[in-house]
């Protein structure tokens, strides 16, 4: 299926592995042109050497902290310039510690509602009022399926999560007039760098999940540049759990 977005310029952060890097290794092969931003700098290279791009697309980078609000200004007039605008924002960054109630100090809220709350919140106050002139937007946030069902050892992604997805729904009919599309994709368990850190035996959780297998980046990255398309200019507000069957709710 042709997504319809060839020629589309995409902001991707959290990118130099695992989710992000497939979102944007999956926008890419559909000709979309991409920046790629995370911390280290020698990661992101070696991540973007496993982009290929498709219809003429071009693949950049930009080494940025998102919890910092204003390495994300600089993040996006680096992205506007290098790309010659932005149409497509997936806003990602990388988990908060683990920890329950009980182990987790109070000056941790704090850090993990930067990294994963106001971080998306700075880069939508940048990059809304490009789309809005040019009348079409995606913004997807990866966000994760606790916020429907929140991870007992996970208080902090819980917490700044929840609160993102309120965030996003707001946006969403705010600029839904204006072609733009607010929507969060909430991963289930997937074979990344961050399960791997999480669990001592990623592999080993496939059993926990229906479909009998943990979830595949590529998988993932597909779904998300669907998210994006053309075809999915009526779908806004919406947050989409891709888990393999993991939720047991009805919402
Ligand atoms: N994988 C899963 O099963 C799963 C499940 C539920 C939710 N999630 C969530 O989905 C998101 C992506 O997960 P993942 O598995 O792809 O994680 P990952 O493999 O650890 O990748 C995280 C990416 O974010 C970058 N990053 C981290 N902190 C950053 C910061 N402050 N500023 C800019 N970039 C930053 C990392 O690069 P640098 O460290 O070099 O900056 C890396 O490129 C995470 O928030 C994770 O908690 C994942």
Known sequence: MDLGIVG???????????LGLSTARALAAEGVSVMLVSRDVDRLVEAAATVIPAHGASVHVHAADVSDPSAVST??????????GIDILIA?????????????????YEA??????????????????IMKENGWGR???I??????????HLILSNTARAGLTGFLKTLAREVAGHGITVNTVQPGLHLTGRLA??????????????AGMVGDPDDFG??????????????????LPLDGGALRGLQ
């Open 197 to 210: 850190a999480l669990y001592p035996d990623p592999a080993a959780l496939a059993s926990t999940i229906p």
């Open 92 to 108: 990602n960054a990388g988990g908060p510690p683990p920890g329950t109630f009980a182990s987790t100090p109070f000056d941790a």
């Open 139 to 141: 913004i997807v946030a």
């Open 143 to 152: 966000t994760s399926t606790s916020v429907r069902e929140p991870i007992e």
């Open 112 to 129: 993990a509602l930067k990294l994963n709350l106001l971080s998306t919140v700075a880069m939508c106050r940048e990059v809304v009022p």
């Open 75 to 84: 993040m996006v007039r680096s992205a506007h310039e290098a790309l010659g």
């Open 222 to 239: 597909h779904v998300t540049a669907f998210v994006c398309s053309e075809h999915a200019r009526f779908m806004t507000g919406v947050s």
């Open 8 to 18: 589309r310029r995409a902001l991707v952060t959290g990118a130099s592995s695992g």
